[in-house]
């Protein structure tokens, strides 16, 4: 089968080779890729801007077919439609394994990162990891589980929206869009999205049509005296950055109210992003640090996904076949996507 590998470190070192199909353990599927979702962090892998495990198979959102199963798998068949957490491998009895969060474990490995990813045509994952797509949404669609989890993790069980709460997002990509529309789900009183001018041919007219109160061009206009004059002088209830950049963070504390939040999902890479101690100090504010996804934020996405409380069409802007990869991963590097998509052809 063919595989899109990180061959070694540093920039570039991308190849589209042949490997062997998986076997599988008992406890473990055989799924055929159908679709496959490029993130941010498979750009910073690429670029050599985060670490990986190489050589290793990019990639981790997928969605796919079950069409082998081990002998002691008893929730799922073949034929099901399923995703997958990344949560591959953990202890399973370590402190925050056993209070359900896997994604915290230190022996935690992730498909893309650590071991081989999704970018295939066939990957072998245990059952413990997987969840169905609701029969209404697409290959493409379920191959958005992912980041869509990431979102609920973040601004549902860590930020805890409140219902009126002013909400600002900074990072109009793909998890900021997908925050957008669970915010709004959850009773936020008005949501501000942020972005650059980069942003504003594609990511934050998107974020216009799917119902933000405002979007922000930052390199144009002034964040904290919008912010500002839209809330009264009071500030935002919760700001939500994910960007994971020094003026993301610097630009959530300027704009929080006294008590506000700041939750931050955005990736930096390797480097360290430093932030207004004593103004955050003296706004007595709440700093949020939200990685990955649970279990729980999964069974949240699936509900949304099922009902059409989100919508994931808007986000997926490219489509390309997995031979053609390397057009995708151009435009995704450029910043030309919202969300890119592979697909195999047969």
Not at 225 to 232: A, L
Not at 247 to 254: D, L
Not at 295 to 301: D, E, T, Y
């Amino acid at each position: 089968m063919k595989a899109i590998i990180k061959t070694k470190p540093g920039p570039g070192n991308v190849e589209l080779v042949d490997v062997p199909v998986p076997g599988i353990a008992e406890t473990e599927v055989l799924i055929k890729v159908r679709a496959m979702g490029i993130c941010g962090s498979d750009i910073l892998i690429i670029d050599g801007d985060m670490d990986a495990n190489v050589p290793i198979i990019l990639g981790h959102e997928f969605s796919g077919e079950i069409v082998e199963k081990g002998s002691k798998v008893t929730h799922f068949s073949i034929g099901d439609r399923v995703a997958s957490e990344l949560s591959i491998q953990s202890c399973r009895w370590c402190v925050d394994c056993r209070r359900g969060d896997f994604h915290l474990c230190a022996n935690r490995r992730a498909p893309g990162i650590h071991m081989n990813g999704v970018f295939t045509e066939y990957i072998a994952l245990p059952e413990f990891s997987l969840h169905k797509i609701p029969d209404n949404i697409s290959y493409e669609e379920g191959a958005v589980m992912e980041p869509a989890a990431v979102a609920a993790h973040g601004v549902l069980e860590r930020a805890l929206i409140q219902p009126e709460d002013f909400v600002v997002i900074i990072g109009p990509g793909t998890i900021g869009l997908l925050a957008l529309q669970m915010v709004m789900h959850y009773g936020a009183k008005k949501v501000v999205v942020a972005g650059k001018e980069n942003d504003m041919h594609l990511r934050l007219l998107t974020a216009q049509e799917l119902g933000a109160d405002r979007i922000i061009n930052v390199d144009r206009e002034n964040i904290e005296d919008i912010v500002f004059e839209m809330t009264d002088g009071r500030g935002a209830d919760l700001v939500v950055d994910c960007a994971g950049t020094q003026s993301a963070i610097y630009e959530g504390i300027q704009v929080l109210k006294k008590h506000g939040r700041l939750c931050t999902m955005g990736m930096p890479g390797e480097i360290e992003i430093g932030i207004p101690w004593k103004k955050a100090i003296f706004r007595d504010m709440d700093l949020i640090f939200s990685y990955s996804s649970s279990a729980s934020s999964w069974n949240i996405v699936r509900s949304m996904l099922e009902r059409g409380a989100i919508n994931v069409k808007p986000l997926i802007t490219h489509r390309e076949s997995f031979s053609n990869y390397q057009i995708v991963l151009d435009d995704a590097t450029k910043g030309n996507v919202i969300k890119a998509i592979l697909f195999h052809e047969s």
